[in-house]
């Protein structure tokens, strides 16, 4: 039914149905959290940047233009909140480990821990608008064209964009022996 769509959810929303919101938050909860714990490394500030981007997609309901996705307005709040909090911490943190393939027995699970540990450490290094496009393209698969829309850029400069990043990446995996 249109009406569940993002579209009409949004025009509910501007209509003052608390319960439209309500299913837009349940539909994007978990994509926007995993984008900020992927741009941050940290559950707790991935929740507040959740929540705040929520937080501000209600405020700026009426700001929303329906020509462009709803997830795509949305991941670019959390990017730029993200980007915010990794300006206001100015520092590397370190990574936590994702989770072990106990399938690949022990040696295996160490060294497949060490290599991530290695690129998480590796993207931490990058600059937020370029760790911004590896996020966005390789963690949760956007196209380009919603890479765009999210950060508000031409295609043509989410792609070198991210090809800068791939290959400072390279470069931070080659200096740390990490491939």
Not at 7 to 20: F, I, M, S
Not at 43 to 60: G, I
Request: with cysteine; glycine share 6%; proline share 4%.
């Amino acid at each position: 039914m249109l009406e569940d769509g993002d579209g009409g959810l949004v025009e509910r929303c501007r209509a003052g149905d608390k319960r439209a919101f309500d299913t837009l938050v349940v539909r994007y909860q978990k994509p926007v959290f995993n984008a900020a714990l992927r741009m941050l490394r940290n559950p707790d500030d991935a929740r507040d940047v959740a929540q705040t981007a929520f937080l501000k997609v209600y405020e700026h309901l009426a700001d929303y233009d329906p020509k462009f996705k709803f997830y795509s307005w949305i991941y670019r709040i959390a990017v730029n909140e993200s980007i915010n909090v990794l300006h206001r911490r100015r520092r590397h943190e370190p990574i936590v480990g994702d989770e072990l393939d106990e399938s690949v027995g022990p040696e295996g699970q160490v060294a497949g821990q060490q290599l991530g540990a290695g690129i998480q450490k590796a993207i931490m290094t990058l600059k937020p608008d370029y760790r911004s496009v590896i996020v966005l393209r390789h963690f949760l698969d956007c196209s380009y064209q919603d890479m765009a829309e999210i950060l508000s850029l031409p295609e043509k400069t989410v792609k070198s964009r991210l090809f800068a990043a791939r290959q400072q990446l390279a470069e931070a995996l080659g200096r740390d022996g990490v491939a």
